[in-house]
């Protein structure tokens, strides 16, 4: 799309395309940040969308994001309530290998990388969960883990 067509586009939707975002989510700062991403999203479309279906296309987007927003809430609201969630450990042996790990992740100094190390290894989040709960990238994420995993083996081998 040309720069005219998006200005234009946000001039005529933007309001619209809040209040609608407004309706979906109940947040009014999270619809005004989505509708910003929807015109950021409008920018980067390659072919060339109609004036007449610009505003449908728009609220496609908004939907689409709303909904991506709801799935990630759902999954922090998900992982917060088993973090939170005690754990009571009447298998001796498990509680001993959870000992056993605590004491290998205690050796890592950077506390970035050990909670990166923690929730891989003890908590089981994947790549792509573990970089969503900390804000960083995945590539971060296993750099993290490399580096964290070369430490340990220093310390524990030598």
Partial sequence: MNHSQINDAYINYKSEITRYLSQ??????????LTQECFI???????????DRILYYLKRIARNLAMD??????????RDSRLETPTY???THQMEINEGVDEIVSHINNTEHRKILELRLIHGYSIKETAEIVN???????????HAVNRIRAKVIS
């Fill in 24 to 33: 979906i989510l109940k947040q009014p700062q999270d619809a005004e940040d």
């Fill in 41 to 51: 999203r409008l920018m980067n479309v390659t072919s060339p969308v109609p004036d």
């Fill in 69 to 78: 927003s709801f799935r990630r809430r759902t999954r922090t609201l998900r």
């Fill in 89 to 91: 450990h009447v298998d």
């Fill in 136 to 146: 960083r990238s995945e590539g971060m994420i296993k750099s993290s883990v490399f």
